[in-house]
């Protein structure tokens, strides 16, 4: 028997590699050269804009509704959905760090706060992530139909992909 979530892992599994990376990028600032910073904080910025921040739209579209109603509390996952804004604003933040950039090295306080805002990004995401597929998945895996399940995927799905032709 298939786990109805089952997608939902996967796709955390494939998006882990570059949450990992984040880290690397933030080990790397103040020792690596000034170029290679600036492609890890492009890549970085690249997947969080156009990758991370679609699958946190597709959560709050067709993800948190199913759980709220399963779990019959509208609010059971504000705190999750806060977790989305402050990712949202730490990658608002790496924007224009990585403005500040520039062509040039790094001062001592920019590379401060690179370090910061890519440890912070990979500390949450990751405990985002723990989150939702020990706490919320479970309950859906008993909760949903295989029919439910596909269906919340395809609105996922759907969101995820206007949310990413806004992100370009």
Same mark, same amino acid.
């Given at each position: 028997?298939?786990?109805?979530?089952?997608?939902?892992?996967?796709?955390?599994?494939? /998006?882990?590699?570059?949450?990992?990376? /984040? #880290?690397?990028?933030?080990?790397?600032?103040?020792?690596?050269?000034?170029?290679?910073?600036?492609?890890?904080?492009?890549?970085?910025?690249?997947?969080?804009?156009?990758?991370? %921040?679609?699958?946190? @739209?597709? @959560?709050?579209?067709?993800?948190?509704?199913?759980?709220?109603?399963?779990?019959?509390?509208?609010?059971?996952?504000?705190?999750?959905?806060?977790?989305?804004?402050?990712?949202?604003?730490?990658?608002?933040?790496? !924007?224009?760090?990585?403005?500040?950039l520039?062509?040039?090295?790094?001062?001592?306080?920019t590379?401060?706060? %690179?370090?910061?805002?890519?440890? !912070?990004?990979?500390?949450?995401?990751?405990?985002?992530?723990?989150?939702e597929?020990?706490?919320?998945l479970?309950?859906?895996? #008993?909760s949903?139909? @295989?029919?439910?399940?596909?269906?919340?995927?395809?609105?996922?799905?759907?969101?995820? #992909?206007?949310?990413m032709?806004?992100?370009?």
């Open positions: 028997m298939a786990i109805p979530t089952q997608p939902l892992r996967d796709e955390h599994q494939e /998006l882990l590699p570059h949450i990992h990376a /984040l #880290r690397t990028a933030a080990d790397g600032v103040g020792e690596d050269s000034a170029e290679a910073v600036r492609k890890n904080v492009d890549d970085a910025y690249e997947f969080l804009a156009h990758h991370l %921040l679609p699958h946190a @739209e597709a @959560e709050e579209a067709a993800l948190y509704p199913v759980v709220a109603r399963v779990l019959g509390a509208p609010e059971a996952t504000a705190t999750m959905s806060r977790d989305h804004v402050e990712v949202g604003r730490l990658i608002e933040e790496l !924007g224009r760090l990585r403005e500040r520039g062509t040039g090295e790094a001062d001592a306080a590379q401060r706060e %690179l370090r910061a805002v890519l440890y !912070g990004l990979s500390a949450l995401v990751k405990v985002h992530f723990a989150k597929e020990e706490v919320y479970p309950i859906l895996d #008993r949903l139909t @295989e029919t439910e399940a596909q269906a919340m995927f395809q609105a996922m799905e759907a969101a995820a #992909r206007e949310a032709s806004r992100a370009k």
